[in-house]
């Protein structure tokens, strides 16, 4: 069974950074494509940011140039780390495994960060 846990949330000052882990469990995240979503408050889930098993990322608009998406292969574990945080990054992020041959989705928890002074 697939399983993916995230940690790292909290609350922060704007310009703060913050960085969230995501380790995966029952699947190589270096087989498949794990990305990272945002949900706000009373608004749809949106991807914030993606990494293939090739190593290709991919960012959305709002987190270019602040946020960056990394791997360690060793510890099956996803990193987002997320610089000049503003209050628009509030909301629940969760970490996504696109499992290649099928296609399926295996979803976290979420972690909540909220970005306030």
């Known amino acids: 069974q697939v399983q993916l846990v995230e940690s790292g949330g909290g609350l922060v000052q704007p310009g703060g950074s913050l960085r969230l882990s995501c380790v995966a469990s029952g699947r190589k995240i270096s087989d498949n494509t794990m990305a990272w979503y945002r949900q706000a408050p009373g608004k749809q889930r949106e991807l914030v940011c993606l990494i293939t098993r090739s190593g290709v990322t991919n960012y959305a608009d709002s987190a270019k140039g602040r946020f960056s998406i990394s791997r360690d292969n060793a510890k099956n574990t996803v990193f987002l780390q997320m610089n000049s945080l503003k209050p628009e990054d509030t909301g629940v992020y969760y970490c996504?495994?696109?499992?290649?041959?099928?296609?399926?989705?295996?979803w976290g928890q979420g972690t909540l960060d909220t970005v306030s002074s």
């Open positions: 996504n495994l696109v499992e290649y041959y099928t296609g399926n989705r295996v």
